[in-house]
């Protein structure tokens, strides 16, 4: 056999076949994930098995290594499967009871960002959705008083207003809901301006996602566990995690999770600003975690801020999370400015004995998510 490699063309047209053949192959491998879905909706089996999914990766792990694979890439090619295959059984409605009824949801909010991803959600679930907004010829009490469920997907500030126009129009047996970032507000004026029953929620992930596997929606009780355990019900169906909480609890954590976290990437991002270096002068020094809080902040300055400043300003728990960053900041600064190494050691004791066996999972998925970024170059 010779030594001789083959011409560079004739391998890459080579590798082409083979890529075409593995396309081939998921079409037919999506075609029976279609079948599971029938299977799991007639017999009202939930999309999601961790036990096959955890069976699954183990053994082609196992396999790749036996054929001189990376065992980790193939097993993260599969994880990526294992998600669109979720996705696509929800999608065909396979968590969705084959007796359940179709209902008339009216998403008042429609043309928003989130507006668009409910509408779909809810026609992707099988029920007939009222697009509702500014300038639709359906307005949005008319739409209250026809359906059965009313979703408010309007701006976190005038959301109680909208909520004293339509509430008032909700048929009793009905349920009006909201999907705002503050809950405690909302709920209270919900109860008060309706009889019907009333739904608090809030998707933890923005409308432009890629998939809906895995997201996480809290859900409060407002009035009406029936519609509660239906909404539970829908979401969980689309793949979503459903989290209960109170709205006080909510927005306790919201403190931290949205108003702690979005103000120390303003910090980050207005600092960068007037400091005035531009980006692409320090792109060749970034390692792949600073790359990583870089596109968190790009990402976050390039939508709007109408829908950040209601998410801090109008949380009640703003002053006291602000005042413990800048506190924390300003300890930190004077330990560095003083040269004080015994102090910095005893402030990463203290946060390390905070994050506590969490360490070993942010590791892990830190890891994952950097590789994925060297991956793009």
């Avoid at 739904?199 to 809906?212: C, N």
């Avoid at 979401?235 to 931290?256: P, S, Y």
Wanted: with cysteine; charged share 20%; proline share 4%.
């Amino acid at each position: 056999m010779s030594d001789t490699p083959r011409p560079l063309e004739v391998v890459r047209a080579m590798i082409d076949a083979l890529d075409r053949e593995l396309l081939q192959l998921l079409a037919r491998r999506s075609a029976l994930v279609g079948e599971v879905a029938a299977y799991k909706r007639q017999h009202g089996l939930k999309v999601r098995d961790i036990v096959r999914e955890q069976t699954v990766l183990r053994d082609r792990g196992e396999r790749a290594e036996a054929l001189g694979l990376p065992r980790e890439e193939i097993e993260s090619v599969f994880r990526v499967l294992l998600r669109a295959s979720r996705e696509q059984q929800a999608a065909l409605r396979a968590e969705v009871p084959v007796s359940q009824a179709a209902r008339t949801v009216a998403v008042i909010g429609a043309h928003g960002g989130f507006g668009r991803l409910l509408t779909r959600l809810f026609g992707d679930l099988g029920h007939h959705v009222l697009a509702v907004d500014v300038h639709t010829p359906l307005r949005a009490a008319d739409a209250a008083s026809l359906a059965d469920v009313i979703v408010l997907a309007v701006p976190i500030d005038v959301t109680e207003q909208v909520i004293a126009d339509v509430g008032p129009h909700v048929r009793e047996d009905a349920l009006l809901m909201d999907v705002t970032s503050i809950k405690a507000a909302p709920m209270a004026a919900m109860l008060a301006h309706t009889r019907a029953s009333v739904v608090g929620t809030h998707p933890m992930f923005g409308p432009s996602v890629h998939t809906l596997q895995g997201q996480r929606v809290v859900l409060c009780r407002g009035r009406g566990d029936a519609w509660f355990d239906w909404v539970a019900q829908a979401f969980g169906a689309r793949g979503l995690v459903v989290t209960e909480a109170t709205a006080e609890a909510h927005d306790r954590a919201m403190a931290v999770v949205q108003v702690l976290n979005h103000f120390q990437t303003q910090v980050f991002g207005l600092t960068l600003a007037r400091l005035g270096v531009p980006v692409s002068e320090t792109r060749p020094y970034t390692s792949p975690s600073y790359l990583l809080e870089l596109y968190v902040a790009a990402r976050h300055f390039a939508q709007s801020s109408a829908l950040y400043g209601p998410i801090e300003m109008r949380n009640p728990e703003l002053g006291r999370v602000t005042a413990a960053l800048q506190t924390a900041a300003q300890e930190l600064a004077a330990i560095l400015t003083r040269g004080d190494q015994a102090a910095f050691d005893a402030v990463f004791d203290e946060v390390r004995a905070y994050f506590g066996d969490f360490t070993d999972e942010a590791l892990a998925q830190s890891r994952f998510l950097i590789d994925r970024i060297v991956e793009q170059g």
